[in-house]
């Protein structure tokens, strides 16, 4: 982070006693920087093992670890199994409202194989993908216009087919026609 060139001359709030202090200025939320440096700087005391975590902490650390390229200390289920096999955390449930949250970390950080899951999630709540989410430091979480198409076409897929199953419903419920002469129905 101190190798991101910063402006020469510092700003008033960075200097102490006559002393410029080396300061590195970010665009992040402080919630998701609290986050983060709470995840580094107290580790198991802020993330207990075997303890549920708020969604809105991991998504907070990841989205920045991600920005900032911190390196993840278990990269691969062998060295997870080393490490006794338990897990540092546990996300607890993630509410409706968190999935469009969700489903732009997701795509963020490049875990494809949770991709459909998250749309199938935020398709079920169909008022957050117009009006988007509020995340836990007040910024508004919207889906890129390719993703509000997908999740579109899924849900218009979705409707097609339950109007078809009803269509078919309707279709056969009354059973063969009173004309029909054959024991079994007319497809005999």
Known sequence: MFSVPQPVLPAPSDVFNGQP?????????????????HMLYDGV????????????????????????????????????????????????????????????????????????????????????LSNGTQRADGTVETLDPPMLERCACYNARTRSIQRQALLNFEIFRAGPSESCRREGGADE
């Not at 200025?25 to 402080?30: M, Q, T």
């Not at 409706?96 to 899951?117: C, H, K, R, Y």
């Open 45 to 128: 005391r802020f993330m207990p093992p075997d303890l549920p975590v708020a969604f809105s902490v991991i998504a907070a650390v990841a989205r920045l670890g991600h920005k900032y390229q911190i390196e993840p200390s278990s990269r691969s289920y062998e060295e997870w199994l080393k490490q006794g096999g338990r897990s540092s955390h546990l996300c607890d449930h993630i509410l409706p409202f968190s999935w469009v949250e969700a489903l732009n970390l997701i795509q963020l950080i490049g875990e494809t194989d949770m991709l459909p899951l998250a749309i199938y999630h935020c398709c079920q709540s169909r008022s957050f």
């Open 21 to 37: 202090l080396p300061v590195v200025h970010v665009s992040d939320s402080a919630h998701d920087f609290r986050q983060l440096l």
